[in-house]
């Protein structure tokens, strides 16, 4: 899996929901968009070892 | 991958929404955006036909799709839009926002005046925070309602259009009611208090939770700069924000049941209160007291 956070390539292996996913960056699903393979994605959605993902903050405070 | 379908039909999910537990793909997640966008107007009269309505247009995500769908909604609604900017004047912030007011208000032909604190104050907020680092929500929020207030009635327009959404609202609730400020909450909701150089705020993305109004925004194709104001991270809203995303996804539809408990209580206190807006003894803008917030932290920077 290539993991993309705010535009940054972490290095993270993950096979399972995008909702575990969050939960192991500690990211709020509240916060941020899923991007898989280019496409806008729930957080029940599975990813593989193959897939592109990006997560991408957008609630923002101030 | 593996992508759950559409509640409503066979094309693929793009967003699940916890409080109501459906799927939704790109076409009935924009039907549904829609759809609350014009019954929150209806809902609380915010629109005549032929209002003048000033777009308080920051050019973050909020605004940004509070102005696109107010102006989609012109086609059923006939209104005339402004827009207004305030540049507070935040390195390495303000600027792309300010690129994408500009662009938005060119594509769609809206008239759009851009005020400065840099003008109106001699000073940005950058150089404000430098003498005075404390509270930079507070001066920045008070000074920017003041220039919005300001720049709509020299707009002449009818009613001031802020993007102010569900997280938004639950966020202010829940501040102050921690803060024990009731009168707060008995003023969040203005249309009832009528002062003449007060123009009423309307806020029809009240109902629309953020990530929502994020999620639009790219479905529609509407490119937004994903900066986080350098100033947000010491203000109280970002500890009240945080707890409220997590109790929200313990118990899904947490901000709507927030919203409608402030709704309910704003009916209530509107009932009891008997508090009404006066003209500000220094400047004679609108003032819940004998001299306004607005005039109060302008002298205590000079």
Known sequence: MKLFLDGRLKKLNHTGTVSALLKKLKVSREEVVVKLNGRLAPETASVLTSDKVEVIKVVFGG | ?302
Do not use: W
């Not at chain 2, 593996?2 to 039907?31: G, M, N, P, T, W």
């Open chain 2, 1 to 302: 991958m593996s992508i759950s379908k559409c509640s409503k039909c066979d094309s693929e999910s793009i967003i699940f929404l916890h409080y109501v537990c459906k799927h939704l793909c790109a076409k009935h997640f924009r039907e549904l955006f829609e759809k609350r966008f014009r019954s929150t107007v209806r809902e609380f009269s915010m629109i005549k036909k032929d209002d003048r309505i000033a777009v308080g247009l920051s050019g973050g995500k909020d605004s940004t799709v509070l102005l696109r769908c107010l102006h989609e909604l012109c086609k059923d609604l006939p209104m005339e839009l402004v827009a207004i900017t305030v540049d507070e004047g935040i390195d390495n912030y303000r600027d792309a926002t300010l690129r994408i007011a500009k662009r938005e208000t060119k594509k769609l032909g809206i008239e759009h005046k851009i005020v400065s604190f840099k003008k109106e104050f001699g000073k940005t907020l950058d150089t404000i925070m430098k003498k005075d680092g404390s509270l930079p929500c507070s001066y920045c929020g008070v000074l920017r309602r003041g220039l919005l207030n300001r720049g709509a009635r020299e707009l002449g327009a009818d009613k001031l259009a802020i993007g102010h959404n569900l997280d938004d609202v639950a966020q202010t609730t829940l501040m102050n009611i921690l803060r024990n400020e009731p009168d707060r909450i008995a003023r969040f909701m203005e249309p009832q208090i009528k002062h003449p150089s007060f123009i009423t705020r309307i806020r029809p993305l009240l109902r629309t939770p953020e990530k929502e109004v994020a999620i639009y925004a790219m479905v529609r194709g509407i490119n937004i700069d994903h900066q986080e104001c350098p100033y947000a991270q010491s203000a109280f809203r970002q500890i009240v924000r945080r707890q409220l995303n997590e109790m929200e996804e313990c118990h899904p539809g947490t901000k709507f049941k927030i919203l409608g408990s402030f709704l309910s209580m704003d009916k209530i206190m509107k009932m009891k209160s008997e508090k009404k807006l006066t003209a500000c003894s220094s400047c004679g803008e609108p003032s819940a007291g004998k001299t306004c917030r607005f005039c109060e932290m302008r002298a205590s920077f000079f």
